[in-house]
């Protein structure tokens, strides 16, 4: 099934849904950060994963998109106040969303979309992005689906999108249906105020490999893959006993070791997957130490150089006497 079947299978009709196209005011969308992460696919056209996957969305930080029709033969995209040129792959693959909804009709949009976090940063950027355009184009075709839905319209964008649609603790169900129905994220009920989250820039610039070539080289070329699916199920339900128990330690080993595993995969690749930076493994050696020393304090990283640590909001100060330079969210507030 492509992905212009499923999601006929779910709108109005191409005529109805150009005849409500209205303004839309911002909506928001926040990046997330996987405590389990989403690495490899089942299925490259549908963004559907092999493995599921547990997040927690960054409260404030993310993106805010608004959309409204126009006349004209191509959609007027952008990006942070800067009006990106229609070749360029960013208004490309948001047109190309958009062109999900629009099912061959020639309806173009302006699409103005603002992040707070660095583009392509490996600050899941697309995450946010993907979950704010389907939440704008949501109202802007008053389609009014629900949640779910919409986590399934923004896992076609980016699959880590789908797990933007909630605030919190979110879980992508990685679902077994061929056409995806079944593969969308829900939230987690569970709240964990204090918890933080600290993000370490190593380096913002624009990375080599994309995570959608880097989790595809992984899964043709590295067989240490093959037992990523074990590590990723048996964390999941560790990591549903941290959150159940607001058991601290057992959330960030899972978390640390669930990346670290990801990593191993990705590096043993041909031709090997190496995201870090000498400042990136400095910053690991720096975590590990610290927690030799006491301090309760582990990290997840993703598919780049940069760090996000995990830890509780009473240590603040004492992580913030190591990393001076760190942004700190708590998603779930003091
Ligand atoms: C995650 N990542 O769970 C993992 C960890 C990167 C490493 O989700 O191809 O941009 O658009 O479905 O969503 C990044 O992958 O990939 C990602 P596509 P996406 O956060």
């Known amino acids: 099934m492509n992905r212009f079947e499923v999601v006929a299978a779910m709108l109005p009709s191409a005529d109805v849904c150009a005849q409500a ?20 696919k089942r299925d490259a056209e549908l963004n559907l994963p092999i493995n599921p996957s547990l997040s927690v969305s960054l409260d404030h930080l993310g993106t805010r998109t608004r959309v409204e029709p126009i006349d004209g033969p191509v959609d007027d995209i952008w990006l942070n106040g800067l009006q990106m040129r229609p070749d360029t792959m960013f208004a490309q693959r948001l047109s190309r969303y958009i062109d999900l909804y629009r099912q061959g009709h020639p309806q173009a949009f302006r699409v103005e979309t603002r992040n707070n976090i660095p583009t392509a940063a490996g600050l899941a ?10 939440l704008a184009l949501n109202d802007a075709l008053q389609l009014e689906l629900e949640a779910a839905a919409l986590s399934m319209l923004a896992r076609l964008g980016s699959g880590s999108a789908c797990r933007s649609i909630y605030s919190g603790f979110v879980e992508w169900h990685m679902g077994h249906r061929e056409d995806g129905a079944d593969s969308h994220a829900h939230p987690i009920e569970a709240q964990w105020p204090g918890l933080a989250i600290g993000l370490i820039k190593v ?3 624009v990375k080599s490999v994309d995570s959608r070539s880097g989790m595809a080289r992984t899964v043709e070329s590295c067989h240490l893959y093959q037992s990523w699916p074990l590590q990723a199920n048996t964390d999941l339900v ?10 601290f330690k057992l959330l960030g080993s899972t978390a640390e070791q669930n990346a670290l595993s990801m990593h191993a995969t990705m590096i043993a690749s041909w031709p090997p997957l190496v995201y870090w930076q000498p400042d990136s493994l400095a910053a690991m050696q720096k ?3 610290l ?6 304090l582990y990290f997840t990283m993703d598919a780049g150089p940069n760090l996000k640590l995990l830890f509780l909001e009473q240590d603040r100060e004492a992580v913030l006497s190591h990393f001076p330079d760190l942004e700190i969210v708590l998603p779930f507030g003091s």
Do not use: M
Request: proline share 2%; net charge negative.
């Open 21 to 40: 196209a209205r303004a839309t005011e911002e909506h928001f969308a926040p990046s997330n950060i996987a405590v389990c992460k989403y690495w490899g």
């Open 291 to 296: 927690r030799q020393q006491g301090l309760e």
């Open 238 to 247: 560790k990591l549903h006993q941290a959150i159940d128990a607001q058991d």
């Open 287 to 289: 975590i590990w130490a």
């Open 203 to 205: 380096d913002e610039g």
């Open 125 to 134: 950027s697309s995450a946010s992005g993907f979950a704010a355009l389907t």
